[in-house]
């Protein structure tokens, strides 16, 4: 059964930074890709940074380019989202996602907050 399970989300100040971590089980997590998507309230959920299976290639959404940084280490089945420079903007669900055999799995989702 294919399980993710988003950690590390919170409550920051403008222009401070979060690290969330997504511990993936259930398939052969260092085959597939992985993503980050977010769903502001009242919008619809979108992609924000997709990383392959070996790591070596990543992209990112325009709003994010520069300030996040995706990754992931295979031996630990977990994916990572650093958060730099947050803007009021990034508020957010943040929900990690992957597609194994073409079926898309979705995490609990974590709550970034960016707010003075």
């Known amino acids: 059964q294919v399980q993710l399970v988003e950690s590390g989300g919170g409550l920051v100040q403008p222009g401070g930074s979060l690290r969330l971590s997504c511990a993936v089980s259930?398939?052969?997590?260092?085959?597939?890709?992985m993503s980050w998507y977010r769903q502001a309230p009242a919008k619809e959920r979108e992609l924000v940074a997709r990383i392959f299976s070996t790591g070596s290639i990543t992209t990112y959404a325009d709003s994010v380019k520069g300030r996040f940084t995706i990754s992931r280490d295979n031996a630990k089945n977990t994916v990572y989202l650093q958060m730099n420079s947050l803007k009021p903007e990034d508020t957010a669900v943040y929900y990690c996602?992957?597609?194994?055999?073409?079926?898309?799995?979705w995490g609990q989702g974590t709550q970034v907050t960016v707010s003075s």
């Open positions: 259930g398939f052969t997590f260092s085959t597939y890709s």
């Open positions: 996602s992957t597609a194994p055999q073409g079926r898309r799995y």
